[in-house]
């Protein structure tokens, strides 16, 4: 059986795409032998050890960026744009202090507030990023901004937020290379930048300039 769909039977992980990442990330060995292939035939009694947690794909993506970009110390107050799967929500409410996110499509809202409710440090917007009232919002230590917009679109998006952004503040900013736009960060200073493993993203950490 493949090892991605051994991996849901068992009750490892709720989706394929979940147990997918993990494998990816050599989080799961067979027999004692670490499988990074989920399409991987694997014999149903096999014993299997899942060193990874059942988390959506961005939990993994932040983990990565965070382990070169040092983004939380733990009293940081977050705004995640575009929350989607709650893969950032997830990981920066184990990292940061208080976490808020604002998702516009209402398909992925009976995760988010499920989060919302096991986890008291997060607080959850069903909302257009580009109409939400931004008044309402606390001043960040930290934007995430990984919403699937043109480079042009979600730097709109992500400067109706600066306001609330503190003179201190970081912003982990997502690119998406295939979109054919040139990024260009006027107000900001570039302190970090490094590619996704497989070349279709470009993370930057920002601050104001």
């Known amino acids: ?4 769909i051994l991996l849901v039977k068992r009750g490892y992980f709720s989706s394929r795409q979940r147990a997918k990442e993990c494998i990816k990330r050599g989080l799961v060995y067979v027999n004692g032998e670490k499988i990074t292939k989920p399409s991987a035939d694997v014999d149903v009694n096999a014993k ?6 059942d ?9 990565e960026i965070d382990s070169k970009f040092n983004l939380f110390s733990g009293n940081e107050i977050v705004l995640d744009l575009g929350s989607s ?17 604002i998702e516009y499509s209402k398909d992925f809202e009976e995760y988010l507030k499920k989060i919302e ?14 109409k939400f009232d931004v008044k309402t919002l606390p001043e960040f230590d930290v934007i995430l901004n990984d919403l699937t917009l043109p480079f042009t679109h979600s730097m709109t998006a992500l400067r109706r937020y600066l306001p609330k952004l503190k003179k201190s503040g ?17 107000g900001f200073k570039i302190l970090k930048v490094m590619d996704s493993k497989n070349k279709k993203e470009r993370y930057y950490l920002l601050s104001l300039s």
Do not use: C, Q, T
Request: no cysteine; charged share 35%; hydrophobic share 40%.
């Open 55 to 63: 988390r959506p794909k961005g939990y993994w993506k932040l983990e």
């Open 117 to 130: 409710r096991k986890r008291r440090n997060v607080k959850v917007f069903i909302a257009d990023a580009f």
């Open 170 to 186: 970081k912003v982990l900013f997502i690119h998406k290379i295939g979109d054919r736009e040139e990024p260009k960060f006027e």
């Open 1 to 4: 059986m493949r090892l991605d």
């Open 85 to 101: 799967a709650g893969g950032f929500l997830l990981y920066a409410s184990e990292k940061a202090k208080f976490v808020y996110g």
């Open 48 to 53: 299997i050890e899942v060193l990874g947690k």
